[in-house]
């Protein structure tokens, strides 16, 4: 189907003002991916699939401005022993990162990806975003392949001793920022990413992920508290037999968050696990959209999305099981949760499922609501005020995604800074 | 202690007057029992005075050590001294039993100028209340209530009363649903708190509790009203011939 006009006008407008870098040996896979852009045209108002999120100003020529917030904190993961690689408003910064050597994984920037070399990440580049078109189109995701200014490989070929920390450092009002990583795990390594920052007044992150069998890979990120900011983000995962993928996202603040997670099993008896807690306060608008394709037998996919949302804070959930023909014994779970602290906030959830195949256990649920005004007088009853006991309820509210991140002391973590922020939120 | 003077309480979002002029006075040191049928408002009455939404009182007054409870908030009331062991305990999933009892602790502590318990003093004290009224770690760690089997619930009432130490406990039928020995073990988890500057009002409906916590003075509550006071024998009348004879008596 040719594109409308305003849509054409818009892509082509916003093509204008960008230029195809050359980095590394990715030049055949970013002019495919601008022919997809073209083809498919940026998201527009109309498109079904952003019927709750609207893409303007994440399509729009020039990022809108977004102050830089200095939360007056340590980095979030710094408790840890990780491996840091920092980008400063989308650009690598070898002075903020440790040495990129590390037993078990090879990380390289995208620059490093050399025509002469024959990197492995030229198989991987823009091919998982690729599949990922159909049967729904991300063309902003397309952008970011062809455009990306930088971004890692990083293979796994081994069980990884400390984290690899992936760390998005706003620093410019009008940064508007493309980064893309491409990630293969091979056949029973092991590894943990961990990602924070807000990286850009406009970001546009694509993450290709690859996993042999029997391969792990442990992804848990936060995405930064600059109130302004904006991010699309998009994951493609495609997981082999027996591989295991989770996922959480942490996000808090932020006018506009939209975070893609599209997930392909081609093996058997894998599991994949995403997940994302959200609390947004006023201008926020949070959007999580999932798609998960079993094509395979025996796998197990699971998402997990709580949102607290107040003073007009909006939340979207988008959540799709796709169970192919011949994906038997399918396992797939969702739920999706609102929690709304007033009557001006709001939660659009769109679940579904598509199953094709007769033998398999798929459910999915989507709530709403206000905090449990008998848990809360209880806690009162008790000597607990008011909004401390509000907090503790809020919280528990978000655990159970938090939860869902396999290594407790990270969860631990995680939980200690929200109840920090609700607590100073008061 | 605790003042309760014609105290009148309506629903707040309908026309529905349920306590029709309430006295009651409970000194320190004393336990009073209120007896009374189902409906007869006693729930009611012990909601209103630990500050719970949804009724409104349209006279009389509630007063603890002269200060008016009907002012305060909730905490402010359990600051004060007032703790009700719920008729119905609330669940309350992902707040882990412990977190619960700390943060009550603690913030009781804070709202009466007290420095906050260490998370040892804590654990010592809470194992060992936990202990007399036979609660395992396991209950302790699982979220509050959740799961917890009548029995446990009740129980779980007992323990939150003896961390927070108050002044003024009211037991809503802390009896319902329990069997003989969860009866024992709550009832000697009561007479443990009993002291020279602690009141009780002590809610049920049959007297079997009180032959395990022996009150001092026991009303007849009916149609929103305290219709007959007495002392311990006024249940075992109660106990043999039921409410409707006294009920009779007092038209
Ligand atoms: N929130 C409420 N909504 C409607 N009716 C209520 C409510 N609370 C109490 N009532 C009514 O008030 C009366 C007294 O109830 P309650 O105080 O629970 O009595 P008791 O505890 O003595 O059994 C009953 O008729 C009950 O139905
Ligand atoms: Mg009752």
């Known amino acids: 189907m040719a594109l409308d006009e305003r849509k054409m006008t818009a892509t082509e407008a916003r093509l204008a003002a960008m230029q195809v870098p050359e980095v590394g040996c990715t030049k055949e896979a970013r002019e495919a991916a601008l022919e997809r852009v073209r083809r498919m ?29 200095d939360a007056g904190e340590e980095p979030m993961f710094s408790a840890f022993d990780r491996l840091r690689v920092v980008f400063v408003d989308g650009v690598f910064s070898p002075e903020l990162s440790d040495d990129l050597s590390l037993e078990g994984v090879q990380i390289d920037r995208l620059e490093d990806i050399c025509c002469t070399n024959d990197h492995w990440a030229e198989d991987l580049y823009g091919v998982l975003e690729a599949r990922g078109q159909s049967p729904v189109e991300r063309p902003l995701a397309a952008l970011n392949t062809a455009y990306a200014g930088d971004g890692v490989a990083i293979r796994v070929t081994g069980r990884v001793s400390k984290p690899i920390n ?32 807000p990286a850009a007044a406009r970001f546009n992150k694509c993450m290709e992920i690859d996993i042999a069998d029997g391969g792990r890979l442990h992804l848990v990120r936060a995405q930064g508290r ?74 197990e996919s699971r998402q997990v999305f709580k949102k607290v949302l107040r003073n007009g804070a909006t939340g979207v959930f988008q959540g799709k099981i796709l169970v192919k023909e011949g994906a038997q014994k399918t396992d797939g ?46 806690l009162r009853s008790r000597g607990v005020p008011a909004a401390e006991a509000q907090d503790l309820l809020t919280l528990a509210f978000i655990a159970e995604a938090v939860d869902e991140i396999e290594d407790k002391a990270i969860a631990e973590d995680i939980l200690g800074r929200v109840q920090g922020w609700l607590a100073r939120r008061r | 202690m605790l ?16 306590l029709k002029g309430v006295n009651l006075t409970v000194e320190p040191g004393r336990v009073h029992a209120i007896m009374g049928p189902n409906g007869s408002g006693k729930s009611t009455l012990s909601y209103v005075l630990a500050g719970r939404d949804g009724y409104e009182v349209t006279e009389g007054s509630a007063t603890l050590d002269g200060k008016d409870l009907l002012e305060m908030e909730p905490e402010e009331r359990a600051a004060a001294g007032i703790f009700l062991a719920f008729q119905y305990p609330v669940e309350i999933p992902g707040v882990g039993n412990m977190t619960f009892l700390r943060t009550a602790v603690n913030a009781q502590r804070k709202a009466r100028g007290q420095k906050e318990l260490s998370a040892a003093d804590f654990l010592k004290l809470v194992r060992e209340k936990a202990k007399t009224l036979k609660i395992d770690a396991d209950m302790l760690k699982r979220p509050v209530n959740v799961g917890f089997s009548g029995g446990e619930k009740k129980r779980n009432e007992i323990l939150q009363m003896a961390m927070l130490e108050p002044r003024m406990c009211i037991l809503d039928e802390t009896d319902s649903g329990l069997d ?67 009920l009779a008596e007092v038209q």
């Open chain 1, 41 to 69: 045209g940026l998201p527009g108002r109309r498109d079904e699939y952003w019927k709750y999120t609207r893409p303007d100003s994440l399509v729009q020529v020039a990022a809108p401005r977004a102050a830089v917030f």
């Open chain 1, 166 to 197: 992936l760390t998005y450092v706003h620093k410019s009002e009008q940064s508007d920022v493309l980064l893309h990583h491409v990630i293969r795990v091979e056949p029973g390594a092991e590894a943990t990413i961990l990602e924070n920052g």
């Open chain 1, 226 to 299: 600059d109130h302004e900011r904006r991010a699309y983000t998009s994951l493609f995962a495609r997981l082999g037999a027996k591989a295991t993928f989770k996922s959480f996202t942490l996000t808090v603040n932020g006018v506009l968050t939209r975070n893609e997670a599209v997930v392909e099993f081609t093996g058997g008896d894998a599991v994949a696990h995403v997940a994302g807690a959200c609390a947004g306060d006023g201008n926020f608008h949070h959007d999580d959209t999932v798609f998960i394709t079993h094509d395979a037998v025996g796998c």
């Open chain 1, 333 to 378: 779970y969702q739920i999706s949760q609102s929690l709304l602290l007033d009557e001006d906030s709001q939660f659009f959830a769109k679940p579904e499922l598509e199953i094709y195949a007769d033998d398999v256990a798929c459910s999915h649920g989507s709530t709403s609501g206000a905090i449990d005004e008998e848990a809360l007088f209880y």
């Open chain 2, 3 to 18: 003042e309760i003077k014609n105290l009148h309480v309506k629903l707040e979002e309908e026309d529905k007057q349920i």
């Open chain 2, 180 to 246: 003989v020995d969860a009866m024992k073990l709550v009832a000697e988890g009561v007479n443990a708190l009993r002291s020279p500057d602690r009141g009780f009002l002590v809610i049920t409906h049959y007297q079997r509790l009180l032959d395990h916590i022996q009150p001092d003075v026991v009303h007849i509550m009916a149609d929103g009203r305290i219709v007959k006071t007495g002392g311990p024998e006024l249940a075992l009348e109660v106990e043999h011939n039921g409410y409707a004879d006294i």
